[in-house]
C-alpha cells in the first residue's frame, strides 16, 4: 500500500520506472546480492580494525616482541610451517578428531533426541539422567576419562563426542516435539503412516532447530578438541598452542589460533549451506 501511494506522488514516468523495477525478475538477485556484501562487510570490519592496531602497536613497541609479535613475523612462520607441512600435518590430525568425535556425538544425538521427541515414555525416562548429564562440560569429564581410557586417541575421540552429543540432543528432541500441530493434522488426513509422517512431516518441520543442534555440537567439538589436545596430546593444532607457549613462540601460537578460527568458520559455513539447501528442497517439495 505503501508503495502505492510513494508512486501517486511521483510522475508518470517515475512511477512506470518504479514499477517495473519491483516487477524485474533479477531484482530479487540484486536484493540478495545486496544482502551478500552487507554481510561481508560487516565480516571485514573486525579485521579491518584489528590489523591496523596489530601493525602500529607492533611497529611502535606497545607490547614486547615476546606478547604481541608483528604481522610479517606471523606470516612468515605460518609459511615456513606450511612449506615444511608441518602445518598440514597438524591440523590434518585435529580435523580428523573433530570429524570422527563429532559424527559419533552428533550421530548419537540425533538418535536420542528423535526418541524423546517422539515418544513422551522415553522422554520422562531418559531427560532427568541427560540433564544431569549435560550439566557437567566435557572438559570436567577429562580426569575421569585419563583413568579410564588412558591418554591415547580414544580419550580425545569420547571428550570430543560428549561435546557435540549435548547441543545435537536438546536440540534435535525439542524440534521434533516442537513440530506444528498444523503439519501433524496434515499427515492424519491423509492418513500417513507412522514412517510416512516421520518422513514427511515431523522431520522437514524440524531441520531448522536439528541443524542449530549440529552447528553448536560442531563449535563445542572444536572447543573440546583444542582443550583436550592442550592436556593430553603430542600433535595437532591445541598442541601447537601448548607448545607455542612454553618455547614463548607467540608467532606459532597466533598461527595455530588463526588455522583453528578458520577451519571452525568454514566448517560451520558448510553446515549452513547444506542446511539451506535441505530448506529449499523442503519449499520446493510443499
Known amino acids: 500500500m505503501s508503495d502505492t501511494i510513494l508512486e501517486t506522488n511521483l510522475s508518470p514516468a517515475r512511477a512506470l520506472a518504479a514499477r517495473r523495477w519491483r516487477e524485474w525478475p533479477g531484482n530479487a538477485l540484486v536484493a540478495a546480492l545486496i544482502t551478500r556484501v552487507k554481510a561481508a562487510a560487516w565480516l571485514l570490519i573486525f579485521p579491518a580494525v584489528a590489523l591496523p592496531l596489530w601493525i602500529v602497536g607492533s611497529e611502535r613497541g606497545w607490547l614486547a616482541e615476546q606478547i604481541l609479535p608483528r604481522p610479517a613475523d606471523v606470516l612468515h612462520t605460518f609459511n615456513e610451517m606450511l612449506a615444511s607441512g608441518e602445518l598440514a600435518q597438524h591440523a590434518g590430525i585435529s580435523l ?4 570422527l568425535g563429532f559424527a559419533v556425538g552428533a550421530g548419537a544425538g540425533l538418535v536420542l533426541g528423535a526418541a524423546m521427541g517422539l515418544s513422551r515414555g ?3 525416562h ?10 557437567v562440560p566435557a572438559l570436567a569429564w577429562i580426569p575421569l576419562a585419563m583413568l579410564l581410557l588412558g591418554i591415547g586417541e580414544t580419550l580425545k575421540i569420547v571428550v570430543i563426542a560428549k561435546a557435540a552429543f549435548v547441543p545435537v540432543a536438546m536440540n534435535t528432541s525439542a524440534g521434533i516435539a516442537n513440530v506444528p500441530r498444523a503439519l501433524v493434522e496434515v499427515g492424519e488426513t491423509f492418513r500417513f503412516t507412522p514412517l510416512q509422517m516421520l518422513r514427511h512431516v515431523v522431520l522437514p518441520g524440524s531441520v531448522p532447530p536439528i541443524f542449530t543442534g549440529l552447528r553448536y555440537g560442531l563449535t563445542h567439538a572444536w572447543i573440546a578438541l583444542v582443550s583436550v589436545e592442550l592436556l593430553a596430546s603430542s600433535e595437532g593444532l591445541g598442541y601447537l598452542l601448548v607448545w607455542g607457549r612454553q618455547m614463548f613462540w607467540l608467532d606459532t601460537v597466533l598461527v595455530a589460533m588463526i588455522v583453528i578460527g578458520v577451519i571452525g568458520f568454514a566448517s560451520d559455513k558448510l553446515l549452513a549451506s547444506v542446511e539451506a539447501r535441505l530448506q529449499r528442497w523442503r519449499t520446493d517439495g510443499v
Do not use: E, G, Y
Open 96 to 99: 580428523l578428531r573433530v570429524l
Open 122 to 124: 522415553v522422554d520422562d
Open 126 to 135: 531418559v531427560r532427568p539422567l541427560f540433564t544431569a548429564v549435560a550439566q
